[in-house]
């Protein structure tokens, strides 16, 4: 971070530090519990021993994960100028801010309907459209476009910030809750990056942070509030135990979870998870027979008669080890390593602001999917959390790279 101003290993390094060691060293000094699922599913009981193992094959994964993405990505990343091209800005504003306040109304409608069609006893796995469930993640890319624009002074009457800014607090009510805690988490992530590009590395650490202190405060605030009958005082001392304790950072019972299941009851997937990410996007309702996603409802293992669906994220680690067992991570951590790097090496090779865009999406990006699970719904959360993004970049593509060509290169002065 300090050398280069890249911050995935140290993102990267500092979650899978609170999911896996830091999770097991509280749950042995008696501050947490394991995961126990009691009689469903048939899983044996969370043992110091297992979880060691489990401990042991996270950190490998982790080590063979970040060498890659070292040994690949060696360039500095430069200090961003937030100084953008007003002919850019001026075409990009207006149909961010029109598209964020046509989103704010319509996610609160689609939230009504999809609670309708659970009331009604649908199973929003099975029986609800992945579109329309989904959709309210595409607040995710609005505010991370809103607050690039905002960064390189798109937003220059006072009209202007004030719509940019009730947006910003419209996306914050609608994502901290218990159930879009992971998207509040993303979009924050991608804030302290875009906020904080135009700082010196020392400076962004410092920023990183706070960012990091605030965002698990908050993420164990809105688990605690799964909780309904907890009284306003009991929720902060419960999230206080819980942020402490790792008990929403259970990734490593998950992995301990998953080494119950693979090869014993499930065979290694062999890659067959990545494959059903281009299976995912095809609707139920054209293809009823889909195989479902996830070791859990591949076990038939449900809740609520079979309505709901039940899963421990066994880390994205613990998703290589169901592909292939340690061959699966190894190999699979090297490929993620390369491909993070060639996406942070892309961003050194456009302008400014689609540089820091780029990165932004990456970190925000880096959450949900180094908690693991099930694949391809973590790539659907991508899709539609961050699908304006990836139209401005493609729409945009060539005026980010003859823009990048026609400049002179940022400054890559004093770093450090």
């Avoid at 490998?60 to 961003?80: D, H």
Wanted: glycine share 8%; aromatic share 16%.
């Amino acid at each position: 971070m300090l050398w280069r101003n890249d911050e995935v290993p140290l993102f990267i390094s500092s979650f899978l530090f609170y999911i896996s060691s830091y999770r097991y060293w509280a749950v042995i000094s008696g501050f947490g519990e394991w995961v126990s699922l009691g009689k469903l599913g048939g899983f044996n009981s969370i043992t110091t021993e297992s979880a060691l193992v489990a401990l042991n094959y996270m950190v490998f994964g982790e080590i063979c994960l970040i060498a890659t993405y070292m040994l690949c990505q060696r360039q500095s990343l430069p200090v961003i100028k937030p100084v953008g091209d007003r002919s850019f800005l001026l075409w990009l504003y207006p149909k961010a801010i029109a598209f964020g306040l046509i989103c704010l109304p319509l996610v609160l409608y689609i939230r009504v309907r999809v609670n309708a069609q659970a009331a009604a006893g649908k199973s929003l796995a099975f029986e609800v459209s992945g579109y329309l469930y989904l959709f309210p993640m595409v607040l995710v890319g609005i505010a991370t476009l809103i607050l690039c624009v905002w960064k390189f002074g798109g937003f220059s009457s006072l009209q202007t910030k004030i719509m940019a800014f009730s947006i910003l607090v419209g996306v914050s009510y609608y994502t901290f809750s218990p159930t879009s805690r992971f998207q509040f988490l993303g979009w924050m992530l991608a804030s302290a990056i875009v906020l904080s590009s135009s700082f010196r590395p020392k400076t962004r650490l410092i920023i990183f942070t706070i960012v990091a202190v605030l965002a698990i405060g908050m993420f164990t605030i809105a688990g605690a509030m799964r909780n309904t009958n907890l009284a306003e005082d009991a929720v902060n001392q419960a999230a206080f135990e819980r942020a402490f304790s790792a008990e929403d950072a259970n990734m490593l019972d998950g992995f301990v979870m998953i080494q119950q299941v693979y090869p014993e009851r499930l065979g290694f997937s062999w890659g067959m998870e990545h494959l059903e990410i281009l299976m995912r996007p095809i609707p139920r309702s054209l293809w009823p027979e889909k195989p479902v996603g996830g070791y859990m409802n591949k076990l038939n293992i449900t809740i609520n008669k079979g309505k709901g669906t039940l899963g421990i994220s066994p880390s994205l680690i613990g998703s290589f080890y169901a592909e292939g067992g340690i061959i699966g991570i190894i190999f699979f951590s090297i490929v993620y390593g390369k491909i993070f790097a060639s996406i942070v090496r892309y961003s050194t090779r456009i302008n400014p602001f689609g540089s820091i865009l780029v990165r932004a999406i990456l970190c925000a990006c880096l959450i949900p999917l180094l908690r693991g699970g099930d694949l391809p719904g973590i790539y659907a959360w991508f899709g539609m959390a961050f699908w304006p993004c990836f139209l401005v970049l493609w729409t945009k593509r060539k005026y980010f790279r003859q823009s990048y060509l026609s400049t002179r290169r940022f400054n890559l002065n004093n770093l450090v």
